[in-house]
């Protein structure tokens, strides 16, 4: 049996975790493949500065940095950020997978433009710092937001009447006014409405979240993961600074 280690970037309760947990049910995978989910000990409110994503990165590295020693096989990330991707990369020898990543080039490989559909208009920067670094942004149609603020614990548990004809409306403008061809759900809070979604698009929805356990199934599969000339390994690796700095954090929260 495959295990995979799944980062939740905000410190949750079991009842918030099992809202990311749903995230399972919306993807098929074998039956010689489980996931765990865990949260980090401390994190910012939300994701919209530079300290904000200094912070996540070491959330994210100290809760992940002893995954392959606990007998995880793969690690994926639960934020479309990708904070903390190429820090574990750097310390684990197994697959890492990311949502932010990963889910352009998916849905670049099922179209010739995307659009961003999103919650937020304030993580846009999100968006176009994987938009910036791989050289994409001639193929983003648009960045489409119902500009609502997040809720990263509960989700959009209670909020689905009001949520999903707004992002229903603003994902159909992206592919008539845009020209999208493939829609790109912008966070990976935002899975409960993709079933929603794409019943009523006309173009393929990319849920982000599931989407990275399927790669990390596929990873393991056939014997892939990232190159070690693009991520290298520490020279001095400080492992016990990361959990002393993060225990530190969480008891201050």
């Known amino acids: 049996m495959a295990r995979v280690l799944v980062i939740v970037p905000f410190p949750m309760t079991e009842e918030q975790l099992g809202l990311r947990r749903a995230q399972l049910g919306q993807v098929r995978l074998g039956p010689d493949i489980d996931f765990d989910f865990r949260p980090v000990k401390a994190a910012p409110s939300n994701y919209v500065s530079a300290a904000d994503l200094v912070l996540a990165d070491a959330g994210i590295l100290e809760a992940g940095q002893h995954a392959e020693a606990e007998g995880y096989d793969a690690v994926c990330i639960d934020t479309m950020s990708d904070s903390g991707l190429a820090a574990l990369r ?136 990232h190159s070690r000339l693009a991520h290298p390994a520490p020279r001095v690796p400080k492992p016990d600074l990361f959990t002393a700095m993060l225990d530190a954090a969480r008891d201050r929260s």
């Not at 061809?181 to 979604?197: E, F, R, W």
């Open 90 to 225: 750097s310390v684990l020898d197994i697959p890492v997978i990311g949502p932010g990543r990963a889910s352009m080039l998916m849905a670049l490989s099922l179209g010739k433009r995307v659009s961003v559909l999103t919650m937020w208009a304030a993580w846009k920067p999100l968006y176009t710092k994987h938009l910036d670094e791989l050289g994409l942004h001639h193929l983003c149609a648009s960045i489409r937001s119902i500009d609502v603020a997040p809720d990263n614990r509960n989700l959009l548990g209670g909020k689905e009447d009001e949520i999903f004809p707004l992002l229903e409306a603003e994902g159909r403008r992206a592919v008539e006014e845009d020209g999208a061809d493939v829609l790109l759900l912008g966070s990976t809070t935002m899975n409960a409405a993709h079933a929603h979604l794409a019943a009523r698009l006309p173009v393929p929805v990319i849920n982000p979240g599931p989407l990275t356990y399927k790669l990390a199934e596929l990873a393991l599969g056939l014997g892939l993961r």
